[in-house]
């Protein structure tokens, strides 16, 4: 390999992981979901178009940074996914019906209104928040003079992978540390043994969807000084967010992370070596690739290694 | 009378025309009928089977091309895409039922879901097979006139329709909602699970396909955003069954009249021809809430609903 095929390599590995952090932010937020109430939320990218666009008209109107209403935005995004989750979901799981995935089909639905209307009021077309530093970017030349390959990081990609780290630790210290935390993961393993124990299963099932919108809220602030936005984008990241969780293992947040990683480094791969438009194909590739070799996810080898122990 | 209820239906359908309708009321016919053959086969997989498949369109779509590149590559009518697109579209769902048929319930959705949207970025992609995103035109049409478009549409449905409920009404039938209740049940009792699913998804796939491949020589222009489009086939077939009635004969009937009439009517209000989704998506919930068996499954309970909304 020549020196200009090395960077371009490294180029794409580095960009690929800075991305990767931001997957990881959209599947976790899908993986709480499915481990807590066992169901697919197919609107979630559609959630993440509806944040986006409120930080767009933040921005827009009243010139707020992207990455600042973040802070807006995904407490919004809270109350819509508790909303949904009591208004919507919650009725649906009590009706008997003949097929069980009528939960999933309902958030088709809701995903189908939400991009609908996202349309109708903001017309289809594609928006972006121009920021300041949109293209500015750090060069390795400029820190090591004799550097034989040049690599570049761009600002806000590294400033949304280290928001997206920020908010993944603080999920970590939420649920491993408080007692509503634990409460989550009580009803995501056993929803029956948590409320045995006292857990308050419905409101921890609204808190569940209400923190998982609120992820993919933030996800998509990060995400938008980075892409562009337009009403139909959410199928994409439904798409991306589920790969994720099946990379991962469902319902675990670590394998979540590294999920998002690894399905984003194979994407700028592909996107280098093959062309943009055969992104979407090799999701897909990646996913049968997982169900068919490692079904439970990576988490499943680290489980395998202790038990080996 | 019950027993010829199809019969005296279908006699009714083929009278219809004769009237002398004109060609945008034809047109909304033989929508409608070919939505109550994609419908009915969706039934088979997902009402009967349980497999809910939210890619419906990758079936509609192979069958579709299989007619269009046939025409395309060898200048032949596209009909013979209708025998062909039966071989095509079985081999097809053979490999993707090897694959998506390993998952259960929310996890094969999702995963016929990407098949959908996979083929669709392959066929714009692959240019000099499909066409890509110019799509394929049919230069000779066959008949000016629809009437004949839609009695063979018609004779589609009238065997689907009859094979659904032999499918049904056998031993396979059982098999199938055998699986649908308990997968693990049905297993311990001897049913070989994966292969009756994978002849309930092949069924279903090759007739998708058959009315995919009439819709090639009937529009005579195909493009992959629209055969293979995710809201507007995949969903719409999941609707079609959803609001008419999840396994019943005739639910996708009654779903098929309700979506094509639904999405006309919106059509031609000026404001909200747009809004369709929207509105889809409303009666979706409504539905999935109030009447999560659709209107022919859930039928005795809509009339207690109507006959209380009256005394009361």
């Known amino acids: 390999m020549t020196a200009p095929q090395i960077e371009v390599l490294l180029q794409t590995l580095i960009a690929g992981f800075l991305l990767g952090g931001l997957y990881a932010l959209i599947g976790i937020g899908m993986t709480l979901i499915m481990g807590v109430m066992k169901i697919i939320n197919l609107a979630h990218g559609e959630l993440m178009m509806v944040s986006m666009y409120i930080a767009y008209w933040l921005f827009t109107l009243f010139g707020l940074d992207p990455y600042l209403s973040v802070f807006i935005a995904a407490p919004v995004m809270f109350l819509i996914g508790v909303g949904l989750q009591k208004f919507l979901i919650t009725p649906v799981l009590k009706v008997d019906s003949i097929l069980p995935e009528n939960q999933v089909i309902l958030t088709v639905g809701i995903a189908m209104v939400l991009s609908n209307l996202a349309m109708l009021f903001f017309t289809s077309d ?184 | 009378m019950k027993r010829y209820l199809p019969f005296v239906i279908l006699a009714l359908l083929a009278v219809v025309p004769l009237v002398g309708l004109n060609s945008y009321l034809m047109h909304i016919l033989i929508l409608f009928v070919m939505w109550s053959v994609i419908g009915m086969s969706w039934n088979l997989l997902g009402g009967y089977c349980g497999q809910v498949s939210f890619g419906h369109a990758a079936f509609f779509g192979v069958g579709a091309y299989t007619a269009g590149i046939f025409y395309a590559k060898t200048g032949l009518s596209a009909w013979w895409g209708l025998p062909l697109s039966i071989v095509a579209v079985a081999l097809f769902a053979l490999v993707i039922g090897f694959i998506v048929l390993r998952l259960r319930g929310p996890y094969f959705a999702l995963a016929t879901l990407a098949m959908g949207e996979v083929l669709r970025v392959t066929a714009e992609n692959l240019t000099n097979l499909t066409g890509g995103d110019v799509g394929i035109m049919i230069r000779e049409r066959t008949w000016v006139e629809k009437i004949w478009y839609y009695y063979i549409i018609l004779a589609v449905a009238a065997i689907t329709f009859y094979l659904v409920k032999i499918v049904v009404q056998s031993r396979l039938g059982y098999y199938f909602v055998a699986i649908r209740e308990d997968q693990d049940a049905a297993e311990s009792l001897g049913i070989n699970t994966t292969l009756y699913k994978t002849i309930a998804l092949s069924l279903s796939a090759v007739i998708t396909g058959l009315a995919g491949a009439f819709y090639t020589n009937y529009m005579g222009y195909i493009d992959p955003k629209v055969v293979f489009a995710l809201h507007d086939i995949s969903i719409i077939t999941i609707m079609v069954v959803m609001v008419g009635g999840v396994a019943t004969f005739w639910g996708p009937v009654i779903g098929s009249i309700i979506m094509i009439l639904m999405s006309e009517v919106i059509r031609s209000i000026p404001m909200l021809g747009s809004a369709h989704q929207t509105f889809f998506g409303m009666l979706l919930i409504i539905i999935i809430i109030f009447l999560p068996n659709g209107i022919a499954g859930d039928f005795k309970k809509l009339k207690r609903l109507i006959r209380t909304g009256r005394t009361t």
């Open chain 1, 126 to 309: 594609y928006r972006s928040t121009p920021v300041s530093y949109a293209t500015s970017a750090w060069y390795l030349s400029d820190h090591w003079k004799g550097s034989p390959i040049e690599l570049s990081l761009s600002i806000p990609w590294t400033v949304s992978f280290v928001f997206a780290v920020a908010i993944t630790a603080g999920l970590w210290f939420f649920l491993t540390k408080t007692d509503t935390g634990k409460s989550v993961r009580a009803t995501s393993q056993d929803f029956q043994a948590a409320l045995i124990m006292g857990v308050d299963v419905d409101r921890m099932r609204m808190l569940t969807f209400g923190l998982g919108s609120a992820l993919v809220g933030a996800a998509g602030c990060l995400f938008i000084p980075i892409y562009y936005l337009y009403p139909s984008m959410g199928g994409q990241f439904t798409l991306i967010a589920f790969v994720v969780t099946i990379i991962g293992g469902l319902g675990s947040t670590a394998g979540a992370i590294i999920g998002g990683i690894i399905l984003s480094i194979f994407e700028s791969m592909t996107a280098t070596y093959l062309g943009m438009g055969w992104a979407p194909v090799d999701r897909f590739v990646v996913f049968v690739a997982a169900l068919i070799f490692l079904p439970a996810g990576i988490v499943s080898l680290a489980r395998k290694r202790r038990l080996g122990k």
